[in-house]
Every structure is written in C-alpha cells, then in structure tokens.
C-alpha cells in the first residue's frame, strides 16, 4: 500500500525566514497531495493541495511543488511568522473511488521572534 | 455552514466501558472517515464510507471497534470495552468525492481518555 515519509519531524527557523517541508511517497498512482496545518489542541485543516498534473502552486506566502518522477513534493513557506508556528502534515492519495489520504508522520515548525 | 460535527468534545471513562463518539458530515458530503490520532501513531485512518457505505475499515484496529453510517447525516464509532491504549484524539472528516474534488474536511475531534 501507499506509504508516505516526511521529513524534518522538527523544524526551527526565524521569523522572517523561509522553511521548507518534504514528503515522499511510494505509490506511483497517488495523484492528489494535501498539506493540512494543525494547530495546538485543533483540527487538521486544509491549507495548500495540488494534483499530479501541476508540477507547483502557489497562494501567497504558501507554494508546493511536486515531482512525479522522483515521487516527492514540498512544502514552502515564505516570510514566516510567528502564527505560523504549528503541526504540518502532508499526504496522498489515489484519488480513485476511494480517495483514501495516507498522511505523513508530521512536522513541528517553531518560528521563533 | 457549521463544519463537521462532532460530539462529545471530551470523554473519560473508566476501562471496559463502551464508548460512542458521534459525527456530523457536512451537509451534501458523500464521504466520511474516522481518524484517530496519538502521539506515538500520528494520525491515522480507521474505517471511511462512500455513500454511508464502509468502503475501507483496514484500519480498525480490533473487534473492539465498530463504525456505522445509518444515514447521510449521521455516523458512530464504538468502542467496546474501552482500554487505556485507546486514548486518543478521534477526529471525524467528510468530503465531495467527485470530479476530483476530495478535500476533506475534519471536524473538533473528540477527546478520550480510558482510565
């Protein structure tokens, strides 16, 4: 079945600063990755996604990019802030009748002020 | 529109009780999937139904576990009897799969912890 790495489980960076997340994923037929930010003691939500026939996306200080071939994508933040501060998660799926999203173990970004 | 539902927000309970956590899909979602969420296991999918149908319950960790969607508006997860490994943050998320339009989107979370 589908398994998806992410990596750095932790994350520390300035405010200001750019950080960068990174998944891997090992089935080839995944062609739907979301980014979901979870903060302290809430929800999962939604922030970014892209689909296997666009190769990056962007909305304002958030882009993704994917690469096919290699099988991974990443996730960009610009001019962090403080807010930004929070559990990210990445995932896949298939996107068949199922849409079944596999997620990554996390990773915990500190912007420090 | 009030999100996905779920109830209640907080449980404790006692070992070898039985436990119900209840969901509310957004209104016109054809989807539903449990989560359950721990610090050791990240987040990880149990059962999701595709129009109230179980499609995938994979991830149900043992017979103790049960899910059911009886209707478009409405789904349980049940545990029973409880254990204390069964501490965790259970989320519930519903989504439109059609055309590719797959977001899911996850409600409050219930909170349990087995004593």
């Known amino acids: 079945g589908e398994n998806v790495e992410q990596h750095p489980s932790t994350l520390s960076v300035q405010e200001g600063d750019s950080a960068v997340i990174k998944c891997t994923y090992s089935d080839s037929a995944s062609n739907y990755f979301p980014w979901y930010k979870q903060e302290l003691g809430k929800r999962p939500q939604l922030i970014i996604d892209i689909r296997s026939n666009v190769g990056e996306k962007k909305d304002q200080r958030i882009a993704v990019t994917l690469n096919k071939t290699a099988k991974h994508f990443s996730l960009h933040i610009t001019e962090t802030q403080p807010e930004d501060s929070a559990v990210y998660f990445c995932?896949?799926?298939?996107?068949?009748?199922?849409?079944?999203?596999?997620f990554g173990s996390g990773t915990r970004l500190l912007v420090r002020p | 529109d009030a999100g996905v539902i779920q109830s209640p927000r907080h449980e404790v309970t006692e070992m070898g009780q039985e436990v119900t956590l209840r969901c509310k899909p957004i209104s016109g979602h054809n989807s539903l999937f449990w989560y359950r969420q721990t610090m050791m296991r990240g987040l990880e999918l149990l059962i999701y139904f595709n129009n109230n149908v179980p499609i995938d319950d994979s991830g149900m960790p043992e017979d103790r576990f049960s899910a059911k969607m009886p209707n478009a508006s409405f789904s349980t997860l049940k545990i029973q009897p409880s254990e204390p490994r069964d501490s965790a943050v259970y989320f519930c998320a519903s989504s439109w799969v059609a055309g590719g339009r797959e977001t899911q989107y996850f409600g409050p979370g219930t909170r349990l912890l087995v004593l």
């Open positions: 995932a896949a799926s298939k996107g068949d009748s199922s849409y079944k999203l596999i």
